[in-house]
T-cell receptor, first 114, second 115 residues
Framework: EDKVVQSPLSLVVHEGDTVTLNCSYE??????LLWYKQEKKAPTFLFML????IEKKSGRLSSILDKKELSSILNITATQTGDSAIYLCAVEKYPDNYGQNFVFGPGTRLSVLP | EAGVAQSPRYKIIEKRQSVAFWCNPISGHATLYWYQQILGQGPKLLIQ????????DSQLPKDRFSAERLKGVDSTLKIQPAKLEDSAVYLC?????????????FGPGTRLTVL
């Protein structure tokens, strides 16, 4: 059965700290790994990592894919209170027939205190 | 570019009542997904459409849930009758599925409370 695991499930830090969120997966026919930020309801897309793009960076956020270890990390440096959210990791699989197919992890709830 | 639209944003019903949610995906997106997200958990796929055909509905409780995407654009998800455990956020998402990997984009969701 396909599985995406995230750790920690919950994290509390202070502004200015650096955090590392982890995602590991066991899926058949891996295609890409995605990170989303969920503040209120709708997850918003952060990064997509594939075999041809294993490292992405945007401002204070960066992410690396380790295909050998079947895992990924999301780093946030100099955290701000606005970074408080649930961070979801999802893995896209090559579909059996057609279309796209995603498996989500449970998310990491990050709380950044002032 | 307009995002994924969903309505209503909130709904409170009593158990055994019926409820329907609506979703309009991003224009041109072939694939549409309905997810159920229970508090503290990641989104769980209920049903996935490719244009107007069902690709995956293996986790849809078909005795009470139904969904359609008749013209391959917008979609409705219905629960009839609702149970207490259906209280969750229902997220609609769409993706381009242009033949390569790509993200899905989510709507604002509908928070359903079943009393």
């Amino acid at each position: 059965e396909d599985k995406v695991v995230q750790s920690p499930l919950s994290l509390v830090v202070h502004e200015g700290d650096t955090v590392t969120l982890n995602c590991s997966y066991e899926v058949t026919n891996f295609r890409s790994l995605l990170w989303y930020k969920q503040e209120k309801k709708a997850p918003t897309f952060l990064f997509m990592l594939t075999s041809s793009g294993i490292e992405k960076k945007s401002g204070r956020l960066s992410s690396i894919l380790d295909k050998k270890e079947l895992s990924s990390i999301l780093n946030i440096t100099a955290t701000q209170t606005g970074d408080s959210a649930i961070y979801l990791c999802a893995v896209e699989k090559y579909p059996d027939n057609y279309g796209q197919n995603f498996v989500f992890g449970p998310g990491t709830r990050l709380s950044v205190l002032p | 570019e307009a995002g994924v639209a969903q309505s209503p944003r909130y709904k409170i019903i009593e158990k055994r009542q019926s409820v329907a949610f609506w979703c309009n995906p991003i224009s041109g997106h072939a694939t549409l997904y309905w997810y159920q997200q229970i508090l503290g958990q990641g989104p769980k796929l209920l049903i996935q459409f490719q244009n107007n055909g069902v690709v995956d509905d293996s986790q849809l409780p078909k005795d009470r849930f139904s969904a359609e995407r008749l013209k391959g654009v917008d979609s409705t998800l219905k629960i009839q009758p609702a149970k207490l455990e259906d209280s969750a956020v229902y997220l609609c998402a769409s993706s381009l599925d242009g033949g390569g990997p790509g993200p899905q984009f989510f709507g604002p969701g509908t928070r359903l409370t079943v009393l």
